[in-house]
């Protein structure tokens, strides 16, 4: 069998995709680079910086 994969979350800008990487069970994060509010790469930032759980 494949692996099987489970969408954890969906955002609809960067500061919401910021906020679900904060309280979401993830493994792999995939996003736009253009989003309202903060941008994919702004958000990214943030996440790195957040550290990893």
Same mark, same amino acid.
């Given at each position: 069998e494949g692996a099987q994969y489970e969408i *954890? $979350?969906?955002a609809e800008n $960067?500061?919401?995709a910021v906020e679900k990487y904060r309280s979401l069970k993830h493994d792999l994060v995939? /996003?736009?680079i253009t989003?309202?509010?903060m941008d994919g790469l702004a958000a990214a930032r943030? /996440? *790195?910086l957040a550290g990893v759980r």
């Open positions: *954890a $979350g969906e $960067g500061q919401d995939l /996003m736009d989003m309202p509010d943030t /996440m *790195a």
